[in-house]
């Protein structure tokens, strides 16, 4: 399961779970939705950091792919990857 899965599914289990305890309490339901918001987030900040350092690692890894890959395609249109690409260049008009 990808980190970001993970991470997402605590944070909405955080929000739930402190929803339920808010359940009891006599309130608006906008107002117990918005603490329960609220909590979970701060929550989520303390309890789930390994999630999100590891979801953030998961994503700054996928960048670094795609930044190499647009090189890679960059200098392949460019024509900087095939061998002897100068002659080609210079002929035939």
């Known amino acids: 399961m990808s980190a970001a899965v993970k991470y997402t599914l605590g944070r909405l289990g955080l929000f739930v779970a402190v929803l339920a305890a808010l359940w009891l309490v006599e309130m608006n339901i906008f107002i117990k939705l918005m603490v329960a918001l609220a909590f979970s987030a701060a929550l989520s900040f303390f309890l789930l950091k390994g999630w999100r350092d590891e979801m ?7 960048a670094e792919r795609r930044r190499a890959e647009k090189e890679r395609l960059r200098s392949a249109l ?5 061998p002897g690409g100068d002659e080609q260049q210079g002929g035939g008009r």
């Open 56 to 62: 953030a690692e998961e994503m700054a890894t996928a």
């Open 78 to 82: 460019a024509g900087e990857d095939e």
